[in-house]
């Protein structure tokens, strides 16, 4: 997955927006005005923050080496993802939903 594809995917979810609150070089993406991931866009190999249950958020991380606690997050609730290849783009696209249908329910109640 390059920048390209998780631009195209963050924005194929419904009543998604992006946009760079926290300056130039981190793109973020926003259901109902609430973040669901946002990516440096100076990082290499490419990386992104999604949001996770913390329950599942340390059992990716115990499994796989590029799943780390969110830079710059809270750390119980968000998860950075190295994108080096170790990880299947299927398990990419299931985090980037998963954090999309966790803030989406919030955003809507």
């Known amino acids: 997955m390059n920048i390209e594809e998780l631009r195209a995917y963050c924005l194929s979810f419904p009543r998604v927006e992006e946009g760079f609150p ?3 070089g981190t793109l973020v993406f926003k259901v109902d005005t609430r973040v669901f991931a946002l990516c440096s866009l100076d990082s290499n190999p490419l990386s992104f923050n999604v949001k996770c ?3 599942v958020a340390i059992g990716l991380r115990e499994q796989y080496q590029s799943i780390l606690p969110g ?3 809270n750390k119980r609730h ?3 993802i190295v994108v ?3 990880l299947p783009i299927q398990l990419l696209k299931e985090m980037i939903t998963n954090s999309y ?3 989406a329910r919030k955003a809507q109640s």
């Open 84 to 86: 080096d290849g170790s």
């Open 22 to 24: 926290f300056g130039p």
């Open 78 to 80: 968000w998860n950075t």
């Open 101 to 103: 249908n966790l803030v």
């Open 71 to 73: 830079y710059h997050m």
């Open 53 to 55: 249950d913390p329950e």
